[in-house]
């Protein structure tokens, strides 16, 4: 009796590690990676960079774009890093479930150096490179383009193509509040959580023919500013971190839409002239 009430505690304690033990793993697999950005001396100095409508400037640690003769009207900022990269392996099985995937991360690579801002007319080219956790290294491409109206269209290109992991963080207020990613009824902040994005083709298309991520990919915010990622591959957004957005793409390429408009229905009308699908985000208060 003695022996098995022995083994029956000896079987709670390592059920009670392996327990710990996955929880420890999950817990690596949902912290967000984060860049930490190196410039050379001469980009430590602020300066505006002009691009069609739109102006980027540069503070020598981040930026702000927005409409010329509007600072006030920020579209897009970032503070320190806001692009790293890796190598990942989802779970087999899981891709096409609706569900989280479960991601193994083999290699990261969160050492961003900025070392060029390229102006061609409408559109604004930031280049750098990545630095892994082994050593190697990867060049990126980050492209804004003047979109008229609309706003801005982001791109970014990874160089290395073994890299199948973008990280793209940006700068959010406080107290920014954030709406949309396809909920229905479109009255709920979806700030503290993280929100998956399936890959296109994973689930079927609605009527009309456009898939469901089409307007899952889209938010606005409490400040009337709008993201919409236009990318098929699987997404993770992390919107847990009151000062920052995190979008996580699975694969090493990313074309999005940053909207301009005074109002939620600008705002809608711009996203639903690119994907033809309304969202539904709540009135920003």
């Given amino acids: ?8 505690f000896v079987a709670i304690v390592l059920l009670g590690m392996a327990i710990a033990v996955l ?3 999950d817990a690596w697999r949902k912290e967000p990676v984060i860049a ?7 980009f430590k100095v ?20 927005y409409p010329q003769g509007r600072p006030e009207k920020v579209l897009w900022a970032a503070e ?20 989280e995937l479960h991601d193994r991360r083999d290699r990261l690579c969160r050492e961003q150096s900025l070392e060029a801002f390229e102006r061609m007319g409408g559109r604004l080219t930031l280049k750098g490179q990545l630095r892994c956790a082994d050593g190697g290294l990867s060049s990126y491409v980050l492209a804004l383009e003047d979109d008229g109206e609309r706003g801005l ?31 229905v009824s ?28 089409a307007t899952q990919a889209f938010f606005v915010t ?3 500013r709008a993201f919409h990622s236009q990318s098929s591959a699987y997404q993770v957004f992390d919107l847990r971190d009151p000062q920052r957005v995190g979008l996580e793409v699975h694969e090493g390429r990313l074309k999005a839409r940053i909207y301009k408009g005074d109002s939620l229905e600008e705002l809608r009308a711009r996203q639903s002239s690119v994907s033809g699908v309304v969202s539904t985000p709540a009135s920003p208060k």
């Fill in 1 to 8: 009796m003695v022996f098995w009430r022995e083994l029956g």
């Fill in 222 to 224: 409490s400040r009337l």
């Fill in 23 to 25: 929880r420890g793993i």
């Fill in 46 to 65: 602020g300066r505006d960079f002009d691009f069609g409508r739109y102006r980027l400037s540069w503070s020598g640690r981040g930026f702000s774009v």
């Fill in 80 to 99: 320190d890093g806001f692009l790293a990269a890796g190598t990942g392996q989802a779970a087999p099985g899981l891709l096409d479930s609706g569900r």
């Fill in 153 to 183: 269209v982001l791109v970014v290109y990874l160089g290395d193509p073994a890299l199948n992991r973008l990280y793209l963080g940006w700068r959010r207020e406080a107290g920014e509040r954030i709406f949309g990613f396809g909920e």
């Fill in 186 to 213: 479109g009255i709920y902040d979806m700030s503290g959580r993280r929100l998956t994005v399936p890959a296109a083709g994973s689930r079927p298309a609605e009527a009309g023919g456009w898939s469901t991520s």
């Fill in 36 to 42: 930490t950005l190196h410039v050379p001396p001469a």
